[in-house]
């Protein structure tokens, strides 16, 4: 082999080691990428559901609030039926 064809064949050589490095730059640059995306994909899921946990509580409180609304007015209309009952009674009696 004569010494143009060794050079020849280094710097094809050197050309190839240098696409490969390259490409290991690239692949690593890539999936420090990829995981910098998944980091905030995962606070992203974490803040949506948070977001909707807090939501659900949110309307469970608003449907806990009413019922006991509720209760309070059947119990507010049962003493005041109670006592429009005892006083009515109790003028029928004073006044005949």
């Not at 143009?4 to 690593?28: G, I």
């Not at 640059?29 to 803040?47: A, P």
């Not at 007015?73 to 004073?94: C, P, R, S």
């Amino acid at each position: 082999m004569s010494y143009n064809n060794k050079m020849h064949v280094q710097k094809q050589l050197n050309e190839v080691t240098y696409v490969m490095q390259n490409n290991a730059y690239k692949l690593s640059s890539r999936d420090e990428k990829v995981n910098s995306l998944q980091y905030k994909s995962d606070i992203q899921k974490l803040n949506n559901f948070k977001i909707t946990t807090n939501e659900v509580k949110r309307k469970i409180w608003w449907k806990d609030m009413n019922l006991f609304m509720v209760l309070i007015l059947i119990v507010l209309l049962i003493v005041m039926g109670y006592i429009f009952i005892k006083v009515g009674k109790e003028n029928v009696a004073k006044y005949p």
